[in-house]
């Protein structure tokens, strides 16, 4: 494969490229659903092919074909570098791109069960069973339950001699039960809404102990249907993990793209609230405020070895006490910010342009606890398991909606509230972060679908989050 | 081997050892990105997706390959095969599609699919220069190629289709306006003019004031619309989710006002895409909403075999668990003058773009979302100048049900979407009421 990824870049270089680069791929996926203990869905998927980028200028050509011989490949890097000559007629000023480390590497996911070698029936009749069990609980009108694995073989080469071959091994799932009420619908998922991922073998699933959670989701859902509506007004609000994990991507992941900050996507995903010339002086929350972007993190979703340009896989500081001090960026655009390069450049598959993706974007650990929050809570509201979300193109404005609310009064949770929501601006809703519960209640929460570019690419990111709590948020809006 | 050989072949590998279907697209597509008035990315893909689904005693299994070599189709075959032998029964498997003729032929324009990057850079160039000094972001894609079906029941299709699509924005320091075209032919775009009509709106929209939340009288464009429609279909007219008790739909009713007609056709002049699912069943016309009544569904022929129907024609790739949707909708137009809706509004909003919208719940049809791109303040019958982007909460049925809509326009037009382009046309549509929740800060 490495071959092929050579013809690529030697094919680019020789038609113009200042710069080229490929990735020769094998991405093998399997998912199977269950609705009311039918397996509805049971696909397994390969794609194999190579993509290869060509600098030219101020513009990226790519090009990308299935046909995996040297020939083709070496076709392909030449047609790279004609799109991006074509690009001409429209040019600015050229791209630089920043230096790392030129390497011969081989990264590996550690994983203890690989989950293609596990028995397809093993993993129907799991999802079969958790859906039996939800399907019980009377009021239940649909029990899903689903699993995905990918298997990805990713071998890149650089024309400035990077040869990196990496397996990545990715694995998720999860279990969900809607009641179907007179007028609307209510669903409690486990362990998050649309699933969790993990990079690693067939032991997530197992670590998820679905048929242990199934009776619970099940009566929860149903326990929604008549319970009261989410209180409207200005209250203190307690985010469990997994939301925060959202609030994370949606309100600091996105808005610290240093693409997006750039204006590169200002038609499509939006540009920033966020101004470089600000960077290390913007109080973007409160003090508990410490959030970093770590693709080192063993087992999170955007965990891996190199990114698609051959930077290695670090830590960065985004906001730290509070501040804003980092972005998400690769070679080319952190030249022009005049920072180090990030290692956050991916491309969702060979057929894909990589660009600017969040990696492990996660708040650290704080000093409390679930508890203790809601000890110290005298009047608010616990939102659990997002069920809707929507921001603006700035990353500034945004709704939530959560599947479960509990109230809290004087320091008890209190009854569960149906339909909750919170809005709010994205400076002002993290200034008022003032609780964070610690290390034993982080999770890594992994989101595999988050959508980017145009063509569109769904990014597999991360994102470690504890229980959190804010203050004076407005909840409760209504339609 | 050509696509038609390609899916020949497999069907030959699997045999008799089970019922098969497959589908084989060999579409090309380019896209030209922009921004900041220069081209930034500029991709091209030779594309292959296999795509095979089996059956063995109604044991179901589906696998995709991008490998079109006799190994590579061999081991997606085994693959299928293997994993339908190892599943439960599928109690809702319905068989597989009979032989049946298309309804409308494909739109497909050899130089559309052929286009080169000089052609897509030229007309970027001209959406730039057309902006007389904003900033310009977006993209030109152009697609086309062949697509081939078959079946182990003798359903042989293959259809060659094209689409080009032209959106973008102009940007002041404080503002955007965007345009957008799209057409089975590069002729139906003009960078030109769109860049003209996106910069204007930009102008018209720089220095916003801002606007307190509330339940306003709009004018929504195209775009708007078209999103609304992609919302009622995804979760309304989706008949798995209407048969799953999820779906606003209630059949026979009266649930929107009499001026509105959504159809989903294929042989509508402006529609694009394929004229078959991914079951190979020929796409039939339907009437979701005639005259304000809730008429009918968009099935596959998984959810037409648990009512007793047939399939309409709508599955889609992965619309086992999700159900079928329709991808060629139309907002059938009125008669009323856009210009004339603005005329008529005391105090409303004319609103552009809707951005970044997400269901609260599927029966209500409850959705938030923001404004984008040109949001005008109308008093007095004119506009009175721009407002900041604005957060909506609102139920897509409510907002266009009976004696709400004040006006359809005249102006149909492919239009973009949530949901992406070439699915939908709309007009302009003038509604009473629209519930605004939340302003630029909060």
């Known amino acids: ?479 | 081997m050509n696509v038609q050989e390609v899916a020949d072949r497999v069907i030959e590998l699997v045999g008799d050892r089970a019922e098969a279907q497959v589908a084989v697209d060999g579409t090309e597509h380019a896209l030209t990105r922009f921004a900041n008035s220069f081209i930034h990315q500029n991709v091209g893909e030779r594309g292959l997706e296999v795509m095979l689904k089996v059956a063995v005693n109604d044991r179901v299994a589906s696998a995709t390959t991008s490998r079109s070599d006799d190994a590579g189709l061999a081991a997606l075959v085994e693959e299928a095969i293997h994993a339908a032998r190892l599943r439960p029964t599928d109690k809702d498997w319905p068989g597989l599609a009979e032989p049946a003729a298309l309804v409308a032929p494909a739109r497909f324009d050899e130089a559309t699919a052929t286009a080169d990057p000089n052609l897509r850079a030229a007309e970027v160039e001209a959406f730039i220069k057309a902006g007389g000094g904003l900033l310009g972001a977006g993209y030109f894609d152009t697609q086309g190629g062949p697509t081939a079906f078959a079946n182990s029941a003798g359903q042989r299709l293959i259809t060659h289709h094209s689409r080009a699509t032209l959106d973008g924005i102009h940007q002041t320091g404080t503002s955007a306006g965007s345009a957008h075209a799209t057409g089975a032919s590069v002729s139906a775009v003009d960078g030109a003019a769109l860049g003209a009509r996106a910069a204007a709106t930009a102008r018209d929209s720089a220095g916003t004031l801002d606007l307190e939340p509330g339940a306003y009288e709009v004018v929504l464009s195209p775009e708007c619309v078209s999103t609304i429609m992609f919302f009622l279909a995804a979760y309304g007219w989706n008949a798995k989710a209407h048969q799953e008790g999820q779906s606003f739909a209630e059949l026979g009713e009266q649930q929107f006002d009499p001026a509105v007609t959504i159809e989903d056709d294929y042989a509508d002049d402006l529609a694009v895409g394929l004229p078959f699912d991914v079951d190979g069943t020929p796409k039939r016309r339907i009437t979701m909403v005639g005259a304000g009544v809730s008429e009918a569904l968009a099935h596959d022929r998984r959810t037409a075999k648990r009512v007793g129907t047939d399939s309409t024609g709508h599955a889609i790739p992965g619309g086992d668990s999700f159900g079928a949707f329709p991808t060629n909708l139309h907002f059938r137009p009125g008669t009323a003058d856009p210009t004339d809706m603005i005329a008529s509004v005391q105090r409303g909003l004319l609103v552009t773009t809707f951005n970044y919208c997400r269901i609260l719940d599927p029966r209500t049809q409850v959705v938030t979302g923001l404004t984008r791109n040109g949001t005008f303040l109308i008093e007095n019958g004119e506009i009175a100048g721009a407002v900041s982007n604005l957060r909506f909460t609102q139920s897509f049925v409510e907002g266009l049900s009976s004696g709400r809509v004040l006006g359809v326009g005249n102006d149909a037009r492919m239009a973009d979407s949530e949901a992406g382009p070439g699915m939908t046309s709309a007009p302009t549509v003038h509604l009473s009421e629209w519930n605004f929740t939340g302003g630029a800060q909060g």
């Open chain 1, 1 to 479: 494969m490495f071959d092929y990824a050579q013809a690529a870049v030697e094919g680019a270089l020789a038609a113009g490229a200042s710069y080229a680069d490929a990735r020769a791929m094998v991405v093998r996926q399997q998912g199977l659903s269950c609705l009311n203990e039918n397996i509805e869905g049971l696909d397994y998927d390969e794609s194999a092919g190579i993509g290869v980028r060509a600098l030219i200028g101020s513009s990226w050509g790519f090009y990308a074909t299935p046909d995996l011989t040297e020939k083709s490949a070496r076709a392909a890097g030449a047609q790279a570098a004609a799109i991006a000559l074509a690009s001409g007629l429209a040019a600015g000023e050229p791209l630089r791109l920043l230096d790392v480390p030129v390497v011969t590497d081989h990264y590996e996911t550690p994983f203890a069960e690989a989950p293609f070698d596990v028995a397809l029936s093993e993993k129907a009749d799991l999802l079969v069973a958790v859906t039996r069990t939800m399907s019980q609980v009377e009021g239940i009108g649909l029990a899903q339950a689903s699993m995905r694995f990918w298997d990805t073989e990713k071998y890149f080469v650089s024309s400035q001699g990077h040869r990196i071959s990496q397996h990545l091994v990715e694995a998720g799932g999860e279990m969900a039960a809607t009641a179907i009420g007179e007028s609307e619908t209510q669903r409690r998922s486990y362990p998050q809404s649309f699933g969790q991922f993990e990079t690693g073998g067939y032991e997530v699933i197992r670590r998820f102990d679905l048929a242990a959670n199934a009776g619970r989701v099940a009566e929860e859902a149903v326990a929604l249907l008549t319970a009261p509506e989410c209180p409207s007004g200005t209250l203190d609000l307690i985010l469990e993990s997994s939301q925060l994990a959202l609030q994370i991507h949606e309100s600091v992941g996105h808005a610290t793209e240093l693409d997006r900050i750039l204006g590169w996507e200002a038609a499509f995903a939006g540009t920033s609230w966020l101004e470089l010339d600000k960077l290390g002086t913007l109080q973007f929350g409160s003090p508990l405020m410490n959030i970093t972007a770590d693709a080192t993190l063993p087992g999170s979703l955007a965990t891996f070895g190199y990114d698609d340009e051959g930077t290695p896989a670090q830590p960065v500081d985004i906001v730290k006490d509070g501040i804003w001090v980092g972005v998400l960026s690769g070679r080319d655009s952190a030249a022009i910010a005049g920072l180090p390069p990030g290692g956050m450049v991916r491309g969702d598959g060979y057929n894909r342009l990589p660009m600017v993706r969040m990696t492990n974007v996660g708040m650290l650990p704080g000093d409390s606890s679930l508890e203790e929050i809601i000890s110290e809570t005298s009047d608010g509201v616990y939102m659990a398991t997002n069920r809707s979300w929507s921001i603006d193109d700035k990353r500034l404005n945004f709704q939530f909606g959560c599947e479960a609310g509990w109230e809290v009064k004087d320091g008890k949770l209190g009854r569960m509230v149906r339909n909750p929501t919170y809005t709010g601006i994205s400076p002002q809703f993290w200034g008022s972060l003032d609780m964070v519960a610690g290390e034993e209640e982080r999770v890594y929460w992994g989101i595999p679908n988050c959508g980017k570019g145009q063509p569109m690419q769904a990014g597999h990111t991360g994102h470690p989050a504890p229980p959190a709590r804010f203050r004076d948020v407005r909840v409760g809006v209504k339609g």
